[in-house]
Structures are given as structure tokens and as C-alpha cells.
């Protein structure tokens, strides 16, 4: 009994240097660990803000380099002002002044497809207006062709259409020159606007 | 810090020793050489890395027992020693064909003895503290550390000075039973025990 003991105190300071050992190994690799992390940390945070710089950058050169033309439109176009027909034969669209008021072009135009689909025959100024509504609903093509194949008779119509047709030429990034063309045809009311317009048009 | 910094704050209290250990396992003046000298040795990175540790924490318990007498020539200490702990890696994981003696070093019994039979104990003290219940190993290595029993109450947050010290000759007791059952680990504790010290 007294020989264990004694080996067991013998053992003591070996187990203590053994247990030290344990102890400062624990303490280096916890640091080891630490550092690791916190470089993982900085990777990480390095790797976010060269991706945050990238998407800056992506969001930022386009605009600077090239032109954003419905932007453009946005701040030149305005819908037509559309007032209650006077005429004996009421405008189709005279039943959703309140929808157009409120800028609900995509439900008036289906309603106003909706009664075509019923037979009723559009007036001009129905033709007109559905061709502005196409223009917002952005169906250019569809709004083009009505323009063209319309036989148009009204005078002032005429020349809101000619306004139009610039406009969605310009929403199809047509030509410079052509568009130069376009603009001396116009209205005096929207010469200076098309003017401003064909300006903003970087190269 | 200097080398004759490093080597009396490893000889002195628990803080300061942890800080020089910290500071030598970090600085490339030390790191670097051995891992390029282990590199060069066939060993791996990985393996590099880890006996980095240890060659560190075998260089601690050296100097803070005395083993260790300054002569201008610590990197050099600590190469040779690597060169030992080297050297019983590759034997305990019985590769051939890397080195099998010590080379470009010199013949020093203290760290012979100190890095025979490293990694054979190093797994069984770890087994053996593994299977202590808690708060029995982080009392053990804070005792071995070299803290107080007033220190060891503090960390560990135990009611009293004596109960700490109950608590530690408790779980000492325990480990050393541990280990008495255990008749391999007992032999080769008594065989490092007659060349180390």
C-alpha cells in the first residue's frame, strides 16, 4: 500500500510538467484558433466590400455611360389631358375618366379592347387615346402601328401624334438623325422638349 | 522582445509566461527557420504546424524547469530540439525513408530525454484528462500552470480557498488513480520519469 503511495507522489511533479504541457498546448491552439478566425473574419468583410464596390460600380457606370431614355421620357411625357366628349356620339372613353385620372392605363386599355372585342367602333379620339395608353404600357409596336394605319382626320390630333410617334421612336433608340428629322416636323409646343431630349442623348 | 526577455519571463509566473509562450509561437524570427527546417524534414504543413506547437510548449516547460542554461544561442536550442522532436515524430508514425538521426544538430540528454516519448504521452495525458469530470481538468491545468489556489478559486469561481484546494487534491488524486490503472501509461511515466529527470 505504502510502495503505491509513494508512486503515486513520485509520479506527481511528471504529471504536473505533463498536465503544464497539456495546458500551454491548449492555450497556443486557442490562439492558433482565434487568429484564424479573426482572418477568416477579415476575408470575409474584405471579400463583402470588394462585392459592395462591384455592385456600386455596376449600378453607377451605366448611368454614366450610357443613356437611359425611359428616364428621359419620364421627364418630358405627359398623358394627354382627356375631358368628357362634347360630341352627340360619346367617346367610348368618356366611361373611364375616373381610371384614366388615375393613371390605370393597363385596366382602361383592356376594358377599351374589351368593348372592340364587342363591336363598338372606336371614335378618333378613343383611337387616340388608346394609342397614348399603349404608348404607357409600353406596346411602342402596337401603338406605332395604330398610328400608321389609322386614316386620322383631326388636325390637332394629327399633330399630338406626330409628338407620339417621336416619342416612341425615341423609346426604340432610333437614330440620332432621324430623330433630328422627326423633331423639326414637330408642333412648336414640343420642338424645345424634343430639343432637350435629343441633347440628353449621350454618344 | 529579446531571447534573455523571453526565457526569464517563461521562468517566472503564470501572465508573463504565457505572454513570452505567446510571443515565441507567433514571431517569424523563431516560427519561420523551424517550419522551413521541419518543411525540409518531408514533413508536411499541417504536421509542421502542429509540432510547431509543441516544440514551443516543450521549449516552455524546459526553460521554466531549468533545463535550459542561456548562451546567446536560443534559436539554435530550439532547433536542436526540434530536430529531436522531429525525429520522434517520424518514428511514432513509422515513416522511413525521412531522416532516422539527429543531423546538423548536437547531443543534448535533457532534450533527449524531454522528447522521447512526447507523442505517445502527450495522447495519453489528453485521454486521461478526457475523462475527467468538470471542473477537474481546467483546476488541474490552472494548478500546473502555476496559479494559486486563491487564483484557481477566482477562474473557476469556488466558494473558498481550502474548498479549491480540496477540490484539487480531489481530482489530482483521481487522475493519479486513473493513470495507476492504467499499466502501460504508468510504465512509461516511470521510464520518462528516470531519463527526464
Known amino acids: 500500500m505504502n510502495t503505491h503511495n509513494t508512486d503515486k507522489e513520485d509520479l506527481e511533479p511528471i504529471i504536473k510538467d505533463l498536465l503544464y504541457e497539456a495546458s500551454a498546448r491548449e492555450k497556443l491552439t486557442s490562439k492558433k484558433a482565434n487568429r484564424f478566425s479573426k482572418n477568416l473574419l477579415y476575408t470575409i468583410t474584405s471579400i463583402a466590400a470588394v462585392f459592395l464596390l462591384l455592385i456600386a460600380a455596376f449600378q453607377i457606370v451605366p448611368s454614366l455611360s450610357s443613356t437611359n431614355y425611359n428616364e428621359i421620357i419620364a421627364q418630358h411625357y405627359e398623358f394627354p389631358a382627356v375631358n368628357k366628349s362634347r360630341s352627340n356620339n360619346p367617346a367610348v372613353i368618356d366611361q373611364y375618366l375616373p381610371s384614366l385620372k388615375s393613371k390605370n392605363y393597363k385596366e382602361v386599355l383592356s376594358e377599351i379592347r374589351k368593348q372592340e372585342a364587342r363591336g363598338i367602333k372606336l371614335s378618333e379620339q378613343d383611337q387616340f387615346i388608346k394609342a397614348h395608353l399603349l404608348f404607357s404600357t409600353d406596346l411602342i409596336d402596337e401603338a406605332k402601328l395604330l398610328i400608321e394605319n389609322q386614316n386620322w382626320q383631326d388636325e390637332y390630333i394629327i399633330e399630338e401624334l406626330s409628338w407620339l410617334s417621336f416619342l416612341i421612336d425615341f423609346k426604340k433608340k432610333a437614330s440620332k438623325a432621324n430623330l433630328l428629322e422627326q423633331q423639326k416636323m414637330l408642333p412648336l409646343k414640343y420642338k424645345d422638349k424634343a430639343a432637350s431630349m435629343l441633347a440628353e442623348i449621350k454618344k | ?197
Open chain 2, 1 to 197: 522582445m529579446t531571447d534573455l526577455q523571453i526565457i526569464n519571463d517563461l521562468k517566472s509566473y503564470p501572465p508573463l509566461r504565457d505572454k513570452a509562450l505567446g510571443f515565441l509561437f507567433e514571431s517569424p524570427k523563431y516560427k519561420t527557420p523551424i517550419l522551413m527546417f521541419l518543411r525540409s524534414r518531408g514533413m508536411t504543413k499541417m504536421d509542421s504546424e502542429i509540432l510547431w506547437t509543441d516544440i514551443v510548449v516543450k521549449v516552455g516547460l524546459l526553460v521554466k524547469n531549468g533545463k535550459y542554461t542561456h548562451q546567446d544561442k536560443f534559436l539554435a536550442y530550439i532547433k536542436n530540439l526540434a530536430n529531436y522532436m522531429a525525429l520522434n515524430f517520424f518514428r511514432d508514425q513509422k515513416k522511413k525513408g525521412h531522416f532516422d538521426s539527429i543531423e546538423d544538430g548536437f547531443d543534448d540528454p535533457a532534450i533527449e530525454a524531454a522528447t522521447m516519448h512526447h507523442q505517445e504521452l502527450k495522447s495519453l495525458i489528453d485521454e486521461q484528462l478526457s475523462k475527467l469530470a468538470e471542473p477537474c481538468k481546467p483546476i488541474l491545468l490552472l494548478w500546473a500552470d502555476g496559479y494559486s489556489m486563491i487564483e484557481i478559486k477566482e477562474k473557476i469561481k469556488l466558494a473558498s480557498e481550502s474548498a479549491t484546494r480540496k477540490r484539487k487534491h480531489v481530482c489530482l488524486k483521481k487522475l493519479l488513480s486513473s493513470i495507476h490503472s492504467n499499466q502501460a501509461l504508468c510504465s512509461l511515466l516511470k521510464e520518462y520519469r528516470n531519463e527526464y529527470t
